[in-house]
């Protein structure tokens, strides 16, 4: 829960600090006194937009901080932890500051984060619930969502399995439609990948067979040129002739060494050097000579070697550069075209599996529906009862769950009705059913929609009494209720400031109200009082004790503070809240 909320620089607030608990807060004040700065300040702190405006005039910024109690709440203190942000004696402090210039920064248990990271770690810290609330729970998704939370979790085990099924079947049926609208693009590129394999087929190639005809041809091409260039180094090597070569030179050398060898060691190790090479020299004079006879001229492999060259240039002008690059695309294409030619058995395997998968949807659907209209039922119970504890007694909730029939839809239609036991029934992301609230404010009448058989007073009671009715399934720790008891006031007054009390039984509770009925059954009664000393407006927040909430229910009944019969009553509205009278 919220343990402490400080303000700075926000609207006429300078500086304050709220400290709250467990139960019940009432926040009240004078008209203009800053009672909604306090929910907007709750607001920035759940990354609620910064407005510029509400920076304090003459301020550089605004600053709010909340510390939050994390010691219930291992998911919040696994969020924070994960953003960076450090859980400190299972509390964790929250900050947002708003420049005057518009610029606006988060803090996440010390770490610095996006305003949209604050956002997503607080969203299930709290529930604000407001004048335009009341609003939203007019639509139709609002009335669905409330429903869904109010069935428990086998209601959100169907809902579950209806969000896989419905995303499966959506994603065969885009995949089927892709498959169908480019049926001819397919037959294209099929046609185009046939040509291509039958032309790699025609020719053959082996891996690195470019690289072998290459040097083949080169060697082919200049056979004369390479035997006269052996025939020389042989010459060269070993001449035949009398004419001086390397291996006669060499000997001439050695033995000229070998006969001084016993003057001096070193040169018999270069005599015998000298032998070594005489070896070597012998041996590759007969392999130059052995080279220089293999090299024929031969016309007729040096045309069939060009011809061979020729149809693999071919190919890889097209498919690749080199011989095993176009091995590798004739693979890959050979892949490609089982997979095109395989189109029409695909269109009837996607198919099956999208009548399999609807009438998979259709029987999550039904048990879907079959758990809302039950919860339905619990829930219109829940909620009329609470009305009449909230001065309504005859007021009679309907929660309607219902199915939008649909024409038969062409086959081969996306997104189309489902079958569901002979019908052919709509359906969105939530389900087959429009959930809608109805209400029956007095004996007779029919349940009209919520917008049309309410009054603002009676929606906000409404509301109210959903709310308390599902206070018990609510993962939401806190709720702040700002100013919704609008048009309400004596019997029905007390009635609410009765429920928001039993509420706070369960959850912790943070009203700003006009009220001195809802007031009066606050755990903790917080006053922000407004002060001038004639150039600037300023504005605090103070806890009363028991004589000052008598005083201030006082002025909230009467406008004064001292009036005998208002003091008297306010204190008898304090005692109706203790005896619960």
Known sequence: MLEEIRIASLGVIESSTLELGPGLTVITGETGAGKTMVVTALGLLLGARGDSGAVRSGAR??????????????????????????????????????????????????????????????????????????????QPQAQREALDRFGGPELGRLLAEWADGHTALLATERELADVVSHARERAREADLLRFGLAEIEAVSPEPGEDAALAAEESRLGFADTLRTAAEQAREALSSEESAPDALATTSAARVLLHGVREHDPEAGELADRLGEVGYLLADLAAD???????????????????????????????????????????DQAGRRLLDLED??????????????????????GLRLSRARQEAAQRLATAVTDELALLAMPHARLTVAVRHSPAPVPDAEAAGGPLLVAGEWLRYTAAGLDDVELLLAANVGGEPRPLHKGASGGELSRVMLAVEVSLAGTSPVPTFVFDEVDAGVGGKAALEVGRRLAELARCAQVLVVTHLPQVAAYADRHVVVEKASDGRVTTAGLTVLDDAQRVRELSRMLAGVEESGPALAHARELLEAARTGS
């Open 61 to 138: 910024a605004t600053r709010v901080e909340g510390v939050v109690s994390a010691e219930s709440l291992p998911h919040f203190a696994a969020a924070v932890e994960e953003v960076g942000g450090e859980v400190e004696d299972d509390r964790v402090v929250l900050g947002r500051t708003v420049s005057a210039e518009g610029r606006s920064r988060a803090f996440v248990g010390g770490a610095g984060v996006p305003v949209s990271t604050l956002a997503r770690v607080t969203e299930a810290l709290v529930a604000v619930h407001g004048q335009s609330d009341q609003h939203r729970l007019l």
């Open 343 to 364: 189109t029409d058995d695909r269109v009837e395997r996607l198919r099956a599996e999208r009548a399999r998968l609807r009438a998979d949807l259709a029987d999550v």
């Open 288 to 330: 130059v000579a052995s080279y220089a006879a293999r090299l024929e001229t031969d016309p007729a492999r040096l045309a069939a070697v060009s011809e061979r060259r020729a149809a693999l240039t071919a190919l890889t002008r097209k498919y690749g550069p080199t011989a095993d690059e176009v091995l590798a695309w004739a």
